[in-house]
Each structure stands twice: as C-alpha cells, then as structure tokens.
C-alpha cells in the first residue's frame, strides 16, 4: 500500500525496513517558539495505505496529507524543523515530499514520486514510475530496474540533474534545459536536429522512458557507479 509523507521544514528521508512494518523516527529542531506545538501525525487511508503529516496547530492530516491552515498567533513565532525517516517494507509505492528540506529515497521497490521546494531530492532504485522534482536543489536520480510500462522523470527550475542508469539497459532520452549544458557519458543515438540545451535519442536498443527538464541547471546522464 502507497506511503505518503507531507512535511514543510525538514527533510524526509525513506529507505528500506529489514521486516514487514513501517518504523517512523522524528527528530524536532527547536530555533523559536514551543517546539511541542509541531506534531507528526499518522493517518490510515481507505485503501490501507499510510499518509505521515509533521502540523501546526490548527492542521490535520488526510488523504492527500496536510489539511487546512493554521489560525493560531503561535504558528506565525514557530521555527521547527522535524526530520523524518520511514522505514518501509519491500514493494511498497512512495510519495515523499517537503517544502524546506531534502527529500531522499533509497532502496526502492517499487513506484516513487519525490518532491521538494527549497532542497535537493535524491531517489535511488524503484519500480515502474520513477519521479523527482524540485524547484530550488540539485537532483540525483539512480533508477531501478528497467519498464516499458512506467517513466523515469526529473524536473527542476534552479538545480543540476544527474541520472546514473543501469548497466545495459536501453533508453528513449528526451532532456531538455533553458540555461545549462547536457551531457553524456553514454553513447546516445540522436533523434532529429540537436539544439543547445536539448537532446533527444536512444542507448543501446531504447525502451525505457526518461524525461528530465530543468531551467537553470546543467543535465548530467551516466552509467550507475561510473
């Protein structure tokens, strides 16, 4: 069942339990204001799946995360930053995401979407639809197993991009950036006419799906442990 995580100040960091049960562990930064104030909450979905929201007074936690807006004085005085790490059981979808903060993934098995505001997002593995996004950080994307039925996808408006692929594996690249450079350390066969700043073609015997786009930020593709 998906595991989402909704945060604002913090970084959130996923990897892979040794069993069957997910293991939070929550680490709280008091800069200003009642640190006790900030809370992390579980909520269980309709379909078994699990959304884990670090609120503010005044907020809950549902389906898609965190709810509502806080009306308390004390929020506008609060500096807090929690840190979360989950730990997950094999096969299991993942939403990760915060505002302030990296997000990282690592070890996965299955889905990922991984985003941020103002931090770098790292995934490692995952298992159909692979996606990482941020607005103001780097982006590292390390792929799992190849699938002709899911995307392996990075965007970023402020940040570099590095994708490390696996071994052998064929790809249908399509990157693009607004003020960067690509570049590969791949053998890529070229698809149409080549600009500044985009590349579209095929590794090896293609298949696999990669879209990435940044604006302000080079693109870097090579082998994994290269």
């Known amino acids: 069942a998906l595991l989402r995580t909704d945060n604002v100040n913090g970084e959130v960091r996923i990897v892979r339990g040794s069993g069957d049960r997910v293991v939070l562990r929550g680490t709280r930064v008091v800069r200003r204001g009642d640190g006790s104030l900030v809370r992390a909450e579980v909520h269980r979905r309709g379909d078994g799946g699990l959304v884990i929201c670090v609120l503010m007074p005044g907020q809950r936690c549902d389906d898609e995360g965190i709810a509502g807006r806080s009306a308390d004085r004390a929020y506008m005085e609060l500096q807090v930053e929690v840190n979360l790490v989950v730990e997950l059981p094999a096969g299991s979808p993942i939403h990760a995401e915060t505002v302030n903060g990296r997000v990282s993934v690592a070890h996965a098995t299955a889905a990922v979407k991984a985003e941020s505001v103002n931090g770098s ?5 995952g298992d159909g639809d692979v996606s990482a996004e941020t607005v103001n950080g780097s982006i590292r994307l390390r792929p799992g197993k190849p699938t002709r039925t899911g995307t392996w996808s990075a965007e970023a408006v ?19 950036t607004v003020n960067g450079r690509v570049t590969s350390d791949l053998p890529i066969t070229t698809r149409g006419r080549f600009e500044r700043g985009e590349l579209r073609g095929r590794i090896g015997g293609g298949g696999q799906r990669l879209k990435v786009e940044t604006v302000n930020g080079s693109v870097t593709l090579r082998a994994a442990g290269a």
């Open 121 to 125: 997002v790292e995934i490692e593995g």
């Open 158 to 176: 402020n940040g570099t991009v590095t994708v490390e692929l696996p071994a052998g594996v064929g790809v249908d690249v399509d990157v693009e």
